[in-house]
């Protein structure tokens, strides 16, 4: 079997750029193409990474010798790119989220079944530290019974690129639109998903006219929103996706993860973990290994906690959870100084992509996976609209066993 991929990169704006090299890079892929509306940024992006540019997503499409697509364009673009590009027999990977109406992302988990094609979610915070340690310590028995966990996604609209935010028709976007920076971290955790959410939302209340009626294309005027998931394996999730706070980094983390036996805490570059004893409970300092070892490396820094609440060291450096990970990347990834990003993410991702399409394995963000973590979010926004009323999640199901 040809184990080669060619890839068609579709979108070429801030984030695309970031993967490029790491799909040129991978030993599984044979050609990398890069795509843009506007050719002027298709052009540099190949200029600078020394790959081709295709003038058109529809060519693409086209093209029997691309069997891979990366899609980073707009985010409620991804649904349809997702779904024309499975049915033209590509295996698509795509930057989240899933789709922005549950009947896509239905559709897409339908035709991934139905071709057999690999369909990945570039979920950044599956590999997260924090979700990994609760993953982890969850598997072991640590926590017990899952009971409540909170997770969040904290990204002030501020802290986006100048453009996205003068991008008025597509800026505004309703926070859970966009919710699996948080929803994955949990239901990640627990392997559950949910079966109803209630949610609220804060009416923005700046004069930047980004979440006004009339304005964006969803006529969404809520910069947060907060809500509160009943899960299948009985326990309850907390769910903010805000775009409107004070504060930085980490912008996605777990702050709370509690059992019927132990709980996990988090705050600034603490990691806590508790454990029921007959005497109270026994408490252990976890941050060594869930903190990025360049962090850990720096405690003596008379400006550590500034620097960690402003993104210092949270972008390309590996924590000692993810070594495990780290291990299995190819050689070629392993060059001080390659490319990575969101908590040393993108390597991961892409390392997973590659593997899972030319050999036909089932990639740990797969479509299911991925539906679980993206439907709750586009119904708990209608929740929002309703003043919080009480709404059923659909859901696609199990993945199938690999």
Not at 65 to 78: C, E
Not at 173 to 198: E, G, N, Q, R
Not at 295 to 322: R, S, Y
Request: glycine share 6%; hydrophobic share 40%.
């Amino acid at each position: 079997m040809d184990k080669s991929l060619t890839v068609a990169v579709i979108g070429c704006g801030d984030f695309s750029p970031h993967f490029v090299p790491l799909f040129k890079a991978h030993p599984l892929v044979n050609k990398v193409y890069v795509c843009d509306l506007l050719r002027e940024r298709a052009d540099a992006v190949a200029a600078k990474h020394g790959v081709e540019v295709i003038e058109s997503f529809a060519e693409v499409l086209k093209r029997r010798d691309i069997n891979a697509v990366a899609i980073f364009t707009q985010r409620h673009l991804h649904g349809p790119q997702v779904l024309e590009a499975l049915a033209a027999g590509k295996h698509v990977y795509s930057a989240v989220p899933m789709a922005s109406e549950v009947e896509q992302c239905q559709q897409i988990v339908e035709l991934v079944k139905k071709t057999g094609q690999t369909y990945m979610m570039g979920e950044t915070c599956y590999y997260y530290p924090c979700a990994m340690y609760c993953r982890e310590a969850y598997n072991a028995g640590i926590f017990g019974k899952f009971v409540f966990g909170e997770a969040q996604y904290h990204h002030d609209i501020e802290h986006f690129p100048k453009h996205f935010r003068e991008d008025l028709p597509n800026a505004g976007l309703p926070p859970f639109y966009y919710p699996t920076h948080s929803t994955a971290m949990i239901l990640s955790a627990v392997d559950s998903y949910a079966l109803k959410v209630v949610a609220f939302g804060y009416e923005d209340q700046e004069d930047d006219q980004i979440y006004k009626k009339g304005v964006n294309q969803w006529d969404n005027v809520f910069s947060n929103s907060y809500s509160m998931m009943k899960l299948a394996n009985g326990g309850t999730a907390r769910i903010n996706e805000c775009r409107r706070i004070g504060y930085k980094a980490p912008s996605s983390y777990v702050s709370a993860f509690y059992g019927t036996e132990g709980a996990y805490q988090f705050n600034n570059a603490q990691h806590l973990v508790t454990v029921k004893t007959p005497q109270g409970v026994a408490l252990s300092d976890v941050s060594a290994r869930v903190n990025p070892a360049a962090m850990t490396e720096n405690l003596g820094d008379p400006e550590f906690k500034q620097k960690v609440a402003n993104h210092q060291w949270q972008w390309n450096n590996f924590a000692p959870i993810q070594q495990a990970d780290v291990d299995r990347l190819p050689a070629s990834f392993k060059v001080p100084g390659f490319p990575n990003g969101h908590m040393a993410s993108h390597q991961l991702l892409i390392d997973d992509f590659c593997k899972a399409a030319a050999y036909g394995m089932l990639p740990p963000v797969n479509a299911w996976q991925a539906a679980r973590w993206t439907i709750p979010g586009l119904v708990a926004h209608e929740s929002v609209l309703r003043d919080g009323e009480a709404l059923a999640v659909p859901d696609c199901g199990d993945a199938p066993k690999a």
